[in-house]
């Protein structure tokens, strides 16, 4: 099993930044790599960006390209995303998942087996 603890949400003006951490303990050896999805009210979660942990590859979501950075610590079992140029339509609730399987789209919530407990970022106008 492994454990995602997700912190660093809270409110923003339009513009602003934020940065979110995630924070994995138990069999971390088990995932190969890590995400952020988001879900706004009345939305579905959609993937934001994910990391491959044996490469430290990465992608984003089309919607975020050039404004949020995902990254990680190995050393602290820590994932990262980095949110410049916030919008009033980044907030929602954010959540770190993991996963091992390579069989469907990084941005299909079923690939993942393990998830945090969300931390909310709201932005104002």
């Known amino acids: 099993q492994v454990q995602l603890v997700e912190s660093g949400g809270g409110s923003v003006q339009a513009g602003g930044s934020l940065r979110l951490s995630c924070a994995a303990s138990?069999?971390?050896?088990?995932?190969?790599?890590m995400a952020w999805f988001r879900q706004a009210p009345g939305k579905e979660r959609e993937g934001v960006a994910v990391i491959y942990l044996s490469s430290d590859g990465t992608l984003h979501a089309d919607s975020v390209k050039g404004r949020f950075t995902i990254s990680r610590d190995n050393s602290k079992n820590t994932i990262y995303l980095q949110m410049n140029s916030l919008k009033p339509e980044d907030a929602a609730l954010y959540y770190c998942?993991?996963?091992?399987?390579?069989?469907?789209?990084?941005?299909?919530?079923?690939?993942?087996?393990?998830w945090g407990q969300g931390t909310q970022v709201t932005v104002s106008s």
């Open positions: 138990g069999n971390t050896n088990s995932i190969n790599y």
């Open positions: 998942a993991g996963g091992f399987r390579y069989d469907r789209s990084w941005t299909d919530e079923s690939r993942y087996a393990y």
